[in-house]
């Protein structure tokens, strides 16, 4: 189905948010204010607000260590300044002010992330299969790092879901390293989504920078899973343009990564991308997109000024984790 005018501008208002909200971020972790620490995810924006900005509110959709999973909460309607507290320490986070880094809001169908990387498709299996017995129509959506499909945690999963034909799409949001280490030195062929074929699942690859494509790829596999079809494996191919993570050397093994090769892919910026298709369009004009952007910089920087004035917890910590835990 044609994307509406309405929902092409919400896509790239969204899009912006992520990015004015993840620039936040690096700014508070090198201001002290952030606790943690931060995986920037610029460059990838189109792949979880694609994905994720159409989905229903009970459907469940995991995060992951990129960008903390910022562009899957922010069109889920998780708040910023919640995201904020979160990895400011504060009370106000989902947390507690334990500092997870990853937010979760079952009010929204957000369960957080696991504690290891690769570990969510077990969790988003179980969701699958809470969904199917349900039997509302609801979708899991677990979207992953290129590097957490090395593990056997997905291969299980997939076969569990292929044969029980789960409402469940697994995606690989593929950035072309591992860290520092190119993708093409740990996987023996060029496309994840091959791995499909082996499980009788639809794989297919997808322009990580054109949200449009990502959501049309979500969308066929969200339609299929709730017709009770089973999985689908949709490959994004992306980039990021900042370090693996904030404050750390970007390098290419042990090598700085080439800036040639950065500069290559900024030019495929996905917000630039979409923006001049709706400037195009006649979709947006230069003044819309300006005031956007602005209301997107306000809006970030009044969470920031909520989240910083936010109380600290209070107590033992250990309190507050018990009664995360258990409802007495």
């Given at each position: 189905m044609e994307l509406t005018k309405v929902q092409k501008i919400k896509l790239y208002t969204n899009m912006v948010r992520v990015r004015k909200l993840d620039e936040m971020m690096v700014k508070?972790?090198?201001?002290?204010?952030n606790v943690v620490f931060f995986h920037s995810q610029q460059g990838q924006e189109a792949v979880g607000v694609g994905a994720c900005t159409f989905l229903k509110k009970d459907d469940y959709t995991f995060l992951s260590h990129r960008g903390?999973?910022?562009?899957?909460?922010?069109?889920?309607?998780?708040?910023?300044r919640v995201i904020i507290a979160e990895h400011y320490g504060k009370a106000t986070g989902t947390c507690g002010g334990l500092t997870s880094f990853h937010a979760?809001?079952?009010?929204?169908?957000?369960?957080?992330?696991?504690?290891?990387?690769?570990?969510?498709?077990?969790?988003?299996?179980?969701?699958?299969?809470?969904?199917?017995?349900?039997?509302?129509?609801?979708?899991?959506?677990?979207?992953?790092?290129?590097g957490t499909y090395a593990r056997g945690t997905f291969h299980e999963?997939?076969?569990?879901?292929?044969?029980?034909?789960?409402?469940?799409?697994?995606?690989?949001?593929?950035?072309?390293?591992?860290?520092?280490?190119?993708?093409?030195?740990?996987?023996?062929?060029?496309?994840?989504?091959?791995?499909?074929?082996?499980?009788?699942?639809?794989?297919?690859?997808?322009?990580?920078?054109?949200?449009?494509?990502?959501?049309?790829?979500?969308?066929?596999?969200?339609?299929?899973?709730?017709?009770?079809?089973?999985p689908s494996l949709i490959e994004f191919k992306t980039y990021r343009i900042r370090s693996h993570a904030e404050g750390i050397p970007d390098l290419k093994i042990v090598e700085p990564r080439p800036q040639e090769e950065i500069d290559i892919w900024k030019k495929r910026d996905p917000i630039q991308l979409f923006e001049a298709r709706l400037l195009k369009e006649r979709v947006l004009t230069k003044e819309e997109i300006d005031r956007i952007n602005q209301e997107a910089t306000e809006e970030m920087e009044e969470a920031e000024r909520l989240a910083t004035e936010d109380p600290l917890p209070s107590g033992d910590p250990y309190t507050f984790l018990r009664k995360a835990l258990y409802a007495d």
């Amino acid at each position: 189905m044609e994307l509406t005018k309405v929902q092409k501008i919400k896509l790239y208002t969204n899009m912006v948010r992520v990015r004015k909200l993840d620039e936040m971020m690096v700014k508070g972790l090198m201001s002290g204010k952030n606790v943690v620490f931060f995986h920037s995810q610029q460059g990838q924006e189109a792949v979880g607000v694609g994905a994720c900005t159409f989905l229903k509110k009970d459907d469940y959709t995991f995060l992951s260590h990129r960008g903390h999973g910022i562009s899957k909460l922010l069109p889920k309607g998780v708040p910023p300044r919640v995201i904020i507290a979160e990895h400011y320490g504060k009370a106000t986070g989902t947390c507690g002010g334990l500092t997870s880094f990853h937010a979760a809001d079952m009010e929204v169908g957000i369960p957080g992330m696991s504690g290891t990387l690769g570990g969510d498709f077990v969790i988003a299996a179980g969701l699958g299969i809470a969904a199917k017995m349900k039997g509302k129509g609801q979708v899991v959506v677990c979207i992953q790092g290129e590097g957490t499909y090395a593990r056997g945690t997905f291969h299980e999963t997939m076969l569990m879901a292929a044969n029980w034909k789960l409402p469940l799409i697994y995606g690989v949001e593929n950035n072309q390293y591992m860290g520092a280490t190119p993708i093409s030195e740990i996987h023996p062929k060029e496309n994840f989504a091959d791995l499909a074929i082996g499980y009788g699942v639809p794989g297919v690859v997808v322009d990580g920078q054109d949200v449009i494509a990502v959501h049309e790829a979500v969308q066929k596999s969200v339609d299929r899973a709730r017709a009770g079809d089973g999985p689908s494996l949709i490959e994004f191919k992306t980039y990021r343009i900042r370090s693996h993570a904030e404050g750390i050397p970007d390098l290419k093994i042990v090598e700085p990564r080439p800036q040639e090769e950065i500069d290559i892919w900024k030019k495929r910026d996905p917000i630039q991308l979409f923006e001049a298709r709706l400037l195009k369009e006649r979709v947006l004009t230069k003044e819309e997109i300006d005031r956007i952007n602005q209301e997107a910089t306000e809006e970030m920087e009044e969470a920031e000024r909520l989240a910083t004035e936010d109380p600290l917890p209070s107590g033992d910590p250990y309190t507050f984790l018990r009664k995360a835990l258990y409802a007495d």
